[in-house]
């Protein structure tokens, strides 16, 4: 499989951005998807995931009520919108495919080459 994430950019604190993460190869719908993101000098962090059937959807705390993640697997495609944006949320945002809904990266098999996300205040 093979992921293609897009959609980041420069956006100012409150505004909103869509990201999208593509996939090829082999059929995307038998994977779960999990979004993921770095800030500059942390850690990758959790931020949202979706099950095969998009009935299991975990949410980072801080970010639950402003992301949505939904898929369309008839476009083998995830997507991440996010909503009222803060300077807190620029980091480097990865998508990745896996066997099942985790809020763990080791659960996830095969990654994008991720988005830059800057939000300025």
């Known amino acids: 499989v093979q992921l293609q994430a897009s959609g980041g950019g420069l956006v100012q604190a409150g505004g909103s951005l869509r990201l999208a993460c593509a996939a090829s190869?082999?059929?995307?719908?038998?994977?779960?998807t999990g979004w993921f993101r770095q800030a500059p000098g942390k850690e990758r962090e959790f931020v949202a995931a979706?099950?095969?059937?998009?009935?299991?959807?975990p949410y980072a705390d801080s970010v639950r009520g402003r992301f949505t993640i939904f898929r369309d697997n008839a476009k083998n495609t995830v997507y991440l919108q996010m909503n009222s944006l803060q300077p807190e949320g620029t980091a480097v945002y990865y998508c990745?495919?896996?066997?099942?809904?985790?809020?763990?990266?080791?659960?996830?098999?095969?990654w994008g080459q991720g988005t830059q996300v800057t939000v300025s205040s």
């Open positions: 979706i099950s095969l059937d998009g009935g299991i959807i």
């Open positions: 990745a495919v896996g066997g099942r809904v985790s809020l763990d990266q080791r659960s996830y098999d095969y």
């Open positions: 190869g082999r059929t995307f719908s038998v994977y779960a």
